[in-house]
């Protein structure tokens, strides 16, 4: 028998939770049609901060989990803070 990595959902993220993120995607999608693309971008940016507070403060407990708790922390709150850097730093220039 061969040695196989474990792929088991038991060591993964909750699906209740990522179905929630998914869906606040789909609502910034389509307030970004409708041509909120601030609103649309402040969705977008609260929910990585949020998966990554929560995986931060939860660690293993928490139901967002895609790497290690530092991985997934640094990149939720980075990727919330820069999508809202580079919005507010684009309307700057226009």
């Known amino acids: 028998m061969k040695n196989h990595p474990s792929v ?3 060591n993964e993220g909750q ?10 995607v789909v609502v910034a999608v389509i307030v970004a049609f ?13 929910t990585a901060i ?5 995986r931060l403060v939860l660690r293993e407990r928490s ?6 708790v530092a991985f997934d922390s640094f990149i939720g709150i980075a ?10 730093s684009i ?3 226009m």
């Open 34 to 46: 409708f041509g909120y693309t601030m609103a649309a971008t402040a969705v977008l940016a609260v």
């Open 8 to 10: 088991s959902e038991t």
């Open 91 to 93: 309307s700057l220039i």
């Open 50 to 54: 949020v998966t990554g507070v929560l």
């Open 63 to 68: 139901p967002w989990k895609v790497r290690s």
């Open 79 to 88: 990727l919330g803070v820069g999508l809202l850097v580079t919005y507010f």
């Open 15 to 24: 699906p209740w939770f990522e179905w929630i993120v998914l869906a606040m």
